[in-house]
Each structure stands twice: as structure tokens, then as C-alpha cells.
């Protein structure tokens, strides 16, 4: 069972498109004196990606729709529309270097900034769905009916979170799951 986080930090970002994101960032504990010590650590207390394979970072996502509905002149329209964000990114926590392996440490600096950088490439995704379709709930035109303006609502959200999911796992697959942009230690 993962041990529990080390620490959390969270942040909430009201955007000028109307968006609102909040953001939060989880470390999990990492323990090791070799490179073999730390990829178990990781192996063992890290998330799990959705996908059900181990993962040393993880990026989560939930994308909210909210608004109001104004009805006038047999017409419709979304007032107040936001799409909030909710971003959860998890990585790994090195504390204890005492006594580790030469060369170890800039293994793990390197190791980590790729990792984070990798975690980073999935938030962009979803900050870039999420503007995209806070900028289409905008332009919504009013509808003949309110079902109709609440329909064409949550298609835009169901297809910004596909937008999300579509590049995400392209990326996972173009990138090895980061393998192919140097995340991993040598023993």
C-alpha cells in the first residue's frame, strides 16, 4: 500500500476566458540508496495510472460545467458559462540522499525533471481543452429551447474532455510513457 503524501500544494486560478482552475500537486516518499532501491520505491508507493500500470508521475483531471439558463423571446441563452478545472499532479520525493550511490543524486535531479516535465505535457492538455471550450461556451448563440442550450453545453464539455484524453494517451504512447524522453535510472 503507497505510504502517505509527503506534502501538498494547491493553487486556484480564476482565468480571464471565465475559467476557473484549481490545481493541486502530491508528493509520494521515496526511499533508496541505489538506483534499483529508488525505481522499486517508486514501483511500490507511486500512483496508479488509469491504465492500471505503475506510474512514477500522474496527472488527473476533472473538467466541471457550470452556468444558468436565462429564457427570453422564445429564446435560450447560457448566462455566467465556466468550466472549471481540477488538476491533481503526483510525483516522486527523494529526501534521504545519505549514503547513496555516487552519481545517484544527478541521476534523480535529471530523472525527476523529466518526470515533471512529462506530468507538465498533460496539464497543458487539459488547460488548452479547457480554454478551448470555455471560448466555444461564449459564442454559444442562443437556442430555440433551454434542453436544446443545455444539450449544446455539455457536448462542448464532453468533447473537450475527449480532446484531453485523445492527446494525453497519444502522448503517453509517442513518449513510451516518458521512457523515450530519458525518465528512468540507471543501475
Known amino acids: 500500500m503507497p505510504a502517505c503524501t509527503a506534502t501538498l500544494l494547491s ?77 491533481r499532479i503526483v510525483l516522486p520525493q527523494w529526501r534521504t540522499t545519505a549514503g547513496a550511490a555516487p552519481g545517484l543524486r544527478q541521476q534523480w535531479q535529471q530523472a525527476q525533471r523529466q518526470i515533471i516535465a512529462h506530468e507538465l505535457e498533460h496539464r497543458r492538455h487539459a488547460h488548452l481543452a479547457t480554454a478551448d471550450a470555455q471560448r466555444q461556451l461564449l459564442q454559444l448563440p442562443p437556442a430555440p429551447s433551454c434542453a436544446l442550450a443545455d444539450r449544446q453545453a455539455q457536448v462542448i464539455l464532453r468533447t473537450a474532455s475527449q480532446q484531453v484524453r485523445r492527446a494525453s494517451l497519444q502522448f503517453d504512447l509517442d513518449s513510451d510513457y516518458g521512457a523515450r524522453s530519458g525518465i528512468g535510472l540507471q543501475p
Open 11 to 87: 493553487v486556484t486560478l480564476a482565468c480571464a476566458n471565465g475559467s476557473l482552475i484549481r490545481e493541486s500537486v502530491e508528493y509520494y516518499p521515496v526511499r533508496g540508496k541505489t538506483a534499483t532501491e529508488l525505481t522499486a520505491s517508486m514501483a511500490s508507493n507511486g500512483p496508479r495510472h488509469p491504465r492500471g500500470r505503475n506510474a512514477w508521475g500522474l496527472t488527473e483531471w476533472e473538467m466541471r460545467l457550470h452556468y444558468e439558463l436565462e429564457q427570453a423571446n422564445g429564446q435560450c441563452q447560457l448566462r455566467n458559462p465556466q468550466i472549471e478545472l481540477t488538476l
